[in-house]
């Protein structure tokens, strides 16, 4: 498992990270709690030191899971998880409802306050190592922002100071009032959005790259049958992306790649995770079973040539283009 340090914080994480939305149950179809504390030993198990968690995945069940499944082992762990998506209070903006509950944008300094304490009592925790703002606040000035995590970082309470869902634009803001040592955006062969601009600004300032749905929700893990059927609140079952169309593209996209996946004997998930890994420091992948995670942590010793990658590359351009 190759990885990297985080920013400027010296701390060491894994190339390969745990996902844990999914195991939150919500927009996922339901969840296995047995299966998710298994999956995230299993990844421990592989080399995965990195888990990633929100407040907002299952209305804070996922950051229970976690705190249950790395008791005994919270030394092995870098643990992120995040704050700004809130149903605490009615400040900041609506987003959307969660099993019930209205969501809010939200990152003024008295609720990162009150979230952070929430989220060490569900993790079992007395600190957490990178600590992101979830969604960005337009009601709130990013210096008082700022200012929480920092003052939450003097506490000993969080190591790391990290954003998401954020453009350069925000970044370059953040950073104007102290180090910000990560940010995670969605990335995959799908979505190269931040290559352009993002990228650059967070090499030219230490800043680690995190990029989020490594395999597009599961559409780049591999071949999907085409009878499959994706119920209950599955986020992918009202998705365009996995419509039979697209599922035939994802067939020749597959072929094409074939003798690289050979080549290197790994499965079509991990070379699409070390694909991604070319761009970013660490590769967010979900897994709801023991065999997913082990599977994602292969991928972190993959190296891939400067050919293949390009290569990969143009097979999505072929045969992937259509797919937004």
């Known amino acids: 498992m190759k990885s990297n340090v985080l920013g400027s914080s010296g701390i060491l994480c894994s190339s390969v990270g745990l996902g844990t939305w999914a195991m939150g149950g919500w927009m996922w179809g339901g969840n296995d709690d047995g299966a998710a504390i298994r999956s995230i030993h299993a990844a421990l198990d592989a080399g995965v030191n990195f888990i990633d968690t929100a407040p907002a995945y299952g209305l804070g069940h996922a950051e229970a899971l976690v705190g249950t499944a790395i008791q005994g082992r919270r030394d092995q762990v ?8 809130v149903w605490h209070t009615q400040r900041g903006t609506l987003f959307f409802n969660e099993e019930g509950k209205d969501v809010y944008r939200y990152l003024g300094k008295e609720s990162i306050a009150h979230e952070v304490e929430q989220s060490l009592a569900r993790l079992k925790t007395d600190y957490i190592d990178l600590y992101f703002t979830h ?3 337009a009601t709130t000035p990013i210096a008082e922002t700022m200012e929480a995590l920092l003052s939450l970082k003097k506490q000993g309470k969080i190591r790391a100071i990290g954003i998401s869902n954020a453009d350069e634009a925000i970044l370059a803001e953040y950073l104007r009032y102290g180090p910000v040592d990560a940010i995670q955006e969605r990335y995959s062969l799908l ?3 931040i290559e352009k601009d993002l990228i650059p600004l967070c090499r030219a300032n230490q800043v680690s790259v995190h990029g989020y749905s490594s395999l597009a ?4 893990a591999g071949p999907i049958d085409p009878a499959r059927v994706f119920g209950g609140d599955d986020q992918r079952k009202d998705n365009p992306r996995f419509s039979a169309e697209n599922r035939a593209h994802l067939v020749n996209f597959f072929a ?3 003798p690289i996946r050979a080549y290197h004997g790994c499965s079509y998930g991990q070379l699409m995770i070390a694909w991604s890994l070319s761009n970013v420091d660490v590769a967010l992948c979900g897994a709801r079973t023991p065999a997913q995670a082990q ?4 991928a972190g010793a993959i190296a891939l040539t400067p050919a293949e990658l390009q290569a990969i590359a143009a097979a999505a351009q072929t045969h992937l283009h259509t797919i937004v």
């Open 191 to 193: 979505d190269r959005g």
């Open 217 to 220: 929700l599961g559409l780049l």
């Open 78 to 85: 870098v643990l992120a998880t995040k704050c700004g998506l």
């Open 295 to 298: 599977d994602n942590a292969g």
């Open 135 to 137: 969604w960005q606040d």
């Open 256 to 258: 094409a790649v074939e």
